[in-house]
């Protein structure tokens, strides 16, 4: 298999090598397998109903921005590869980029159940925020997470982002409720 690494690194406490990588059709259908977790509504809001063949539509949610400096743009997305995986166990996503501010959102998951909770997620999150900063040379990455989700605000405080503010009711769950989010942001 061809593919485009971009950040690669070894996940110390496994030894076992991470890397971000562009994806193929294929890649994003298993992560739409993967996707359909009912555990997975609770932690990221999402409806996890797409059809294997919606790689447009699941890219398209991964990517749905919540910051008011945030603006429609092609968003980034990377999937984040285990060395012995041909798949991706998540994806990493820069959306909402505001190249006159120099501001993204930043969305990190691990879907694969196997590799959860074990600082997969918190590795990606930081080669991914390295290539913002690096690469597309931004000032501000912001990150939104639901209020319920403690690891994952566990894991962006620990890589360096501070709250900015919590804002109530703001983003639609599948049920119809609204959601608290957390407003994160890294700044270089």
């Known amino acids: 298999m061809d593919r485009k690494i971009i950040l690669k690194q070894e996940h110390r406490p496994t030894k076992i090598t991470v890397f971000l990588a562009s994806m193929e059709d294929s890649h994003i259908r298993h992560l739409i397998k993967l996707a359909r977790d009912p555990s997975?509504?609770?932690?990221?809001?999402?409806?996890?109903?797409?059809?294997?063949?919606?790689?447009?539509?699941?890219?398209?949610?991964?990517?749905?921005?919540?910051l008011p400096y945030s603006r429609k743009s092609q968003p980034v997305v990377f999937g984040v590869y285990i060395d012995t995986e041909d798949f991706p166990v998540g994806y990493a996503v820069l959306k909402g980029l505001n190249m006159?501010?120099?501001?993204?959102?930043?969305?990190?998951?691990?879907?694969?159940?196997e590799y959860r909770s074990k600082g997969f997620g918190r590795l990606a999150l930081k080669r991914i925020v390295q290539y913002g900063f690096d690469?597309?040379?931004?000032?501000?990455?912001?990150?939104?997470?639901?209020?319920?989700?403690?690891?994952?605000?566990?894991?962006?405080?620990r890589t360096g982002f501070?709250?900015?503010?919590?804002?109530?009711?703001?983003?639609?769950?599948?049920?119809?409720?609204?959601a608290d989010m957390v407003w994160m942001e890294l700044t270089r």
């Not at 797409?50 to 919540?66: C, K, L, M």
């Not at 690469?135 to 962006?156: D, F, P, Q, R, V």
């Not at 769950?173 to 609204?178: A, E, L, R, Y």
């Open 135 to 157: 690469e597309l040379h931004l000032k501000t990455i912001g990150a939104t997470i639901l209020l319920s989700n403690k690891t994952s605000i566990n894991m962006t405080k």
């Open 100 to 113: 006159d501010l120099l501001t993204a959102e930043v969305g990190v998951a691990i879907l694969d159940l």
């Open 40 to 66: 997975l509504v609770d932690l990221l809001g999402w409806n996890p109903s797409f059809e294997p063949d919606e790689t447009e539509e699941f890219t398209e949610a991964i990517s749905a921005f919540a």
């Open 162 to 178: 501070a709250v900015r503010e919590i804002v109530r009711d703001s983003w639609p769950m599948p049920d119809g409720s609204m």
